[in-house]
């Protein structure tokens, strides 16, 4: 194992910041996989997801059972780490900005595309290559003027060229659930299952740039531009990544973490990563995919005090009570109802709403949503 620290820009004299990256395997030398944690620093799960695998991959290197790379980033978000206010955590937006951390990624299709599109030829494995060398140039260009850029260009260089790219978020109260772009999802499902998904969120380009979106994107947009232009030049889906929601803040135990570092584990043994004797046997479906369009989200419309009738997990049928909204000056009982069929995957962990505030999600099998997908 290698650690990597990568200085960020200083924002101001005296304050530096770094991420630290840990190298499993060979550069290289096979499939390689990328997990950060905590991109949204107050999501910690993944944090301690990321401190229960490091060992699991630590005894797999010594044991030469590495057949690939591995690189893992236990505190994607060094900046937001340190972020609080009033004694409260301020993890998912950057203060200077108000930018969300895991929005405003570039554009790698437009930013490489004129230049890689004429080079490609009949050799897919070559074409994999020459992208990844047009988004590793474009990367090493970029001048980053911000600490958040910097931030931003640090984390896309030790992903860019992952052949699996792992996000490891968590909701405020939430089951486990995954977003994931619909060309990455047959490359991801065994995952899912291992983690024991209970909603799966499909989307192609949900909006807002996230960095998940961002390195699985621009290998299906230039597939596309190809065959705009009629050329037959095979482009692979070189990078499947996806988010996965290790369901809510307060859910940080040793239990949760062991488990879901063993489940990733599983499934480095599933793509050949990690070699075993034995493969894992991959456990039956927890929930069926839905559209991230088909999915509901409820809000308050007006301000007063939540009471949940509904969990998180629990399945709704339209018109079921998901929450009350109670104003006690006028004393009147504002009812949130589901508005679809599907699962309560999440909901706020506020027990106090302002109107229009979000309350929770369900997933519905049915697209209705169009435009940007996610939330800010």
Known sequence: MQRIDHPLLSPSLGSHKSVSSFHFGTPGGGTKVYIQASLHAEELPGMLAAHHLRPLLEAAEA???????????????????????????????????????????????????????????????????????????????????TELQSLRRTLMQLAFDADYFLDLHCDC???????????????????????????????????????????????????????????????PQGCCSTT???????DVSHAWARADAHAIVHFLQHIGVLHTDALPPVPAPRCTPTPLAGSETLRASGPGVLVFAADPGQPMRA??????????????????????????????????????????????????????????
């Not at 206010?85 to 998912?92: A, I, S, T, W």
């Not at 599109?117 to 980053?144: C, E, F, H, M, S």
């Not at 909901?347 to 106090?352: P, Q, S, V």
């Open 319 to 376: 018109g079921d009570l998901v929450a009350e909204v109670i104003d006690p000056i006028e004393n009147t009982v504002q009812h949130v109802v589901a508005g679809v069929d599907g699962v309560l995957y999440a909901r706020i962990r506020d027990r106090y709403v302002t109107a229009g505030c979000e309350i929770g999600k369900i997933a519905g099998a049915t697209p209705f949503r169009t435009g940007k997908l996610l939330g800010d």
């Open 244 to 250: 996965i929601e290790l369901r809510g803040e307060l």
């Open 63 to 145: 044991a030469g059972l590495l057949r690939g790379e591995v690189v893992l980033v236990p505190v994607a978000n060094p900046i937001g780490l340190a972020q609080r206010l009033d004694h409260k955590p301020m993890g998912r937006f950057e203060l200077d900005t108000s930018e969300n951390f895991n929005r405003n990624y570039p554009n790698l299709a437009a930013a490489v595309s004129g230049q890689v599109l004429p080079a490609l030829g009949p050799d897919a494995a070559a074409n994999v290559r020459t992208v990844r060398a047009a988004i590793g140039q474009y990367l090493n260009d970029w001048k980053a003027t």
């Open 173 to 235: 109260e939430g089951v486990l659930h995954f977003y994931c772009e619909e060309p990455c999802w047959p490359q991801l499902e065994a995952l899912s299952l291992f983690l024991g998904s209970e909603a799966t969120l499909i989307a192609k380009n949900s909006g807002g740039g996230p960095i998940d979106e961002c390195l699985s994107g621009v290998w299906w947009q230039l597939a596309a531009q190809l065959r705009t232009q009629g050329n037959s030049a095979p482009l």
